[in-house]
Nanobody, 125 residues
Framework: QVHLVESGGGLVQAGGSLRLSCAAS????????VGWFHQAPGKEREFVAT????????YYGDSVEGRFTISRDSAHNTVHLQMNSLKPEDTGVYYC??????????????????WGQGTQVTVSS
């Protein structure tokens, strides 16, 4: 079992930055790909970014490409999502998720086995 906890959400003005963290407890996530997903109010959860178990491969959703960066901190069993140039439409709950890395990149919710509880991000205009 992988227990994930997100942190770093908050209220920020448009154009600002936040860094989200996804910490794993109870066991290492070194063998897992980790993804971030965004759920806006009243909408379905959508893919934001994913990173391979090595950290060497990443993939981003079209709406965040060039603004967000996903990275791994293996020493602390944590994955970060650096969010820059935030827009009001980035508002919502951000979830991290993990799945056993079999060599692919994963961007569908059904591909992920373990999920955190989410952290709220609010971007004011």
């Amino acid at each position: 079992q992988v227990h994930l906890v997100e942190s770093g959400g908050g209220l920020v003005q448009a154009g600002g930055s936040l860094r989200l963290s996804c910490a794993a407890s109870e066991r290492t996530i070194s063998g897992y790909a980790v993804g971030w997903f965004h759920q806006a109010p009243g909408k379905e959860r959508e893919f934001v970014a994913t990173v391979s178990r090595s950290g060497g491969r990443t993939y981003y959703g079209d709406s965040v490409e060039g603004r967000f960066t996903i990275s791994r901190d293996s020493a602390h069993n944590t994955v970060h999502l650096q969010m820059n140039s935030l827009k009001p439409e980035d508002t919502g709950v951000y979830y991290c998720a993990a799945t056993v890395d079999a060599g692919n990149l994963y961007w569908y919710t059904f591909e992920y086995e373990y999920w955190g509880q989410g952290t709220q991000v609010t971007v004011s205009s």
